[in-house]
């Protein structure tokens, strides 16, 4: 089932198979349909409990009229152990986030837009040669230091073919950063 978070509360109550959460500046309120489903407090990170309600693709429609998707670690991980058939005894997951310091110097943001084909084709690359599962999300856009860039879930039969596979994922991913990410210091 797909989230949309909006500000503008009737343009998707009416879109069946998607649950909408309204921001109203100190709770969110979800709704499904036309019935309200529940609030959440803003102190709670609204999208890991959405996540550990089974939410696990979530649609952001801003005032600007953007959309884009985010995904849980959780959700991953979960995506991930349903789709094992028996054969896989061991996840690994990964998240990358944005520095403090980078070359001596800190960090006040950063820049970043990764080419998400050149994503999805690593992901196939390393589920096609090492014969594991694997899922990557890829934050793009400004970031601040310790947000989250990248999250990697990997599912393998064995510990040592998870880490290998992990290694090789990372070392990917950073090959795509030297390409696309810009820094911005203070």
């Given at each position: 089932?797909?989230?949309?978070?909006?500000?503008?509360?009737?343009?998707?109550?009416?879109?069946?198979?998607?649950?909408?959460?309204?921001?109203?500046?100190?709770?969110?309120?979800?709704?499904?349909?036309?019935?309200?489903?529940?609030?959440?407090?803003?102190?709670?990170?609204?999208?890991?409990?959405?996540?550990?309600?089974?939410?696990?693709?979530?649609?952001?429609?801003?005032?600007?009229?953007?959309?884009?998707?985010?995904?849980?670690?959780?959700?991953?991980?979960?995506?991930?152990?349903?789709?094992?058939?028996?054969?896989?005894?061991?996840?690994?997951?990964?998240?990358?986030?944005?520095?403090?310091?980078?070359?001596?110097?800190?960090?006040?943001?950063?820049?970043?837009?990764?080419?998400?084909?050149?994503?999805?084709?690593?992901?196939?690359?390393?589920?096609?040669?090492?014969?594991?599962?694997?899922?990557?999300?890829?934050?793009?856009?400004?970031?601040?230091?310790?947000?989250?860039?990248?999250?990697?879930?990997?599912?393998?039969?064995?510990?040592?073919?998870?880490?290998?596979?992990?290694?090789?994922?990372?070392?990917?991913?950073?090959?795509e950063h030297l390409k696309h990410l810009r820094e911005e210091f203070e």
């Amino acid at each position: 089932m797909m989230v949309v978070f909006t500000r503008k509360t009737d343009e998707f109550r009416s879109c069946k198979g998607t649950v909408v959460v309204i921001d109203n500046e100190l709770y969110y309120d979800v709704f499904e349909g036309d019935r309200k489903i529940m609030s959440i407090s803003k102190d709670f990170n609204v999208l890991e409990v959405l996540a550990d309600l089974g939410f696990d693709k979530v649609v952001f429609k801003s005032d600007y009229e953007r959309i884009y998707e985010y995904e849980t670690l959780s959700s991953m991980v979960k995506d991930l152990k349903r789709k094992n058939n028996g054969r896989f005894g061991a996840i690994a997951a990964f998240i990358g986030i944005v520095k403090g310091f980078s070359r001596g110097r800190r960090v006040k943001r950063v820049f970043i837009d990764v080419d998400m084909k050149r994503i999805n084709e690593i992901e196939r690359e390393i589920q096609r040669d090492l014969g594991v599962m694997i899922k990557i999300h890829h934050n793009t856009g400004e970031l601040k230091p310790n947000e989250e860039i990248v999250y990697i879930v990997i599912m393998a039969e064995s510990g040592d073919l998870v880490l290998n596979s992990m290694r090789r994922a990372v070392e990917s991913i950073k090959e795509e950063h030297l390409k696309h990410l810009r820094e911005e210091f203070e």
